[in-house]
């Protein structure tokens, strides 16, 4: 991961998110290495810069967000666990920040959205970063992206009502699916592991994320 030109102010900053986040029970050491590693401010426009490090989610622009870096970390512990991870699915690129923090920790990542103009700036984003595993793709995922299953794991970063059999069916063996289930005002956080052709659930936490959208693409 290339560093240059982050300056002492910003490590500062992501030292303290950290203590916050381990504060807060995230305990893997490697995602805590890997928070503490990349730097948010730099998917995150020039007016909201102050507040890269605080534990919010932060407007990216097409009503659409960054995620809460508490979240992130707990989403990205939730599918470690079945590591070695070979290959992720990432549902919901939006401007890259939860794909830049599994790419270090997954052989190939593969993180579709549907929004063009969060599309490209994840792409630039991310070659910043120099993250080479990264696969972004254009489209609706909320089938997911069976071209490249199975997976070891699939990230949702944007809720649907119910869990669509499409994404379980996409799951390898002892693969891990975390995703965020119901209406805005009333979901939850949702960790499905496939077990040979059973799947087990289990409530993570209450969550806020934006709808996962069926559909043509508006852009
Ligand atoms: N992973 C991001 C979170 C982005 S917010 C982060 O780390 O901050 C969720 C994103 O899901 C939005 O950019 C939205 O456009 C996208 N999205 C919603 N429905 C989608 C769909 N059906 N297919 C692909 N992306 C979708």
């Known amino acids: 991961m290339n560093l240059d030109g982050i300056g002492v102010t910003s490590r500062r900053t992501r030292e303290r998110l950290v203590a916050q986040l381990r504060d807060r029970g995230i305990c893997n050491a490697n995602v805590l290495d890997v928070m503490r ?3 948010r401010h730099i998917f995150i426009d020039e007016a909201f810069s102050h507040l890269s490090y605080d534990d919010i989610p932060v407007n990216i622009g097409y009503k659409q967000t960054i995620s809460q870096p508490y979240i992130v970390a707990r989403m990205t512990e939730a ?3 079945a590591a070695p991870l070979k290959r992720v699915l990432e549902i919901g690129t939006g401007c890259g920040y939860q794909t830049a923090i599994i790419a270090p920790l997954a052989e190939e990542v593969y993180s579709i959205e ?4 969060l599309h ?3 792409a630039a984003n991310l070659e910043t970063l120099g993250l080479g595993n990264v696969h972004l793709i254009h489209g609706d995922g909320s089938l997911g992206y069976p071209g490249k299953s199975p997976y070891d ?5 944007a809720a649907p009502l119910g869990i669509p059999n499409e994404l379980l069916a996409q799951l390898a063996q002892n693969g891990r699916l975390v ?3 119901g209406a805005a005002a009333d979901q939850e956080l949702r960790l499905i592991t496939r077990k040979e052709d059973q799947f087990v659930s289990r409530l993570l936490c209450n969550v806020r994320f934006v709808p996962l959208l069926k559909g043509p693409l508006q852009y």
Do not use: N
């Open 179 to 181: 995703i965020p289930v």
């Open 114 to 117: 549907r929004i063009k103009p």
């Open 120 to 122: 490209d700036k994840a």
């Open 153 to 157: 794991a699939i990230i949702v970063t």
């Open 79 to 81: 599918v470690l666990d």
């Open 37 to 39: 590693a990349t730097p």
